[in-house]
């Protein structure tokens, strides 16, 4: 398994090169689950100083959908718990 992060969709190579040779899965959330995520484990570098960074958190999630798009799966993690998530995923994985 390979985690990456969410901006490996904007280096075309690496990206092509990971779905070629990986099943890749985009886990997919809302933009303030993603944001309470990241602050949830301490990191504040997304809003540190940016009153925008919802606005800019949302842009970029919906700049690169149609690349996130190009997985082989999705698991929708929306109001899921990992737990949930990862029985999604399990499920997808053995079909």
Known sequence: MIA???SIV???GTYDLLRSSCFTVWLKAKP??????V???GDMRPMAGNT?????????????AALYGQADAVVDT???SAKQSLKDLKRIIAA
Do not use: F, N, V, Y
């Open 32 to 37: 303030e689950e993603h944001m309470s995520r």
């Open 78 to 80: 929306a109001g899921r």
């Open 52 to 64: 925008q960074a919802m606005a800019d958190l949302k842009r970029i999630l919906q700049s690169r």
């Open 10 to 12: 904007s280096e075309p």
């Open 4 to 6: 990456t992060g969410g």
């Open 39 to 41: 602050t949830a484990q």
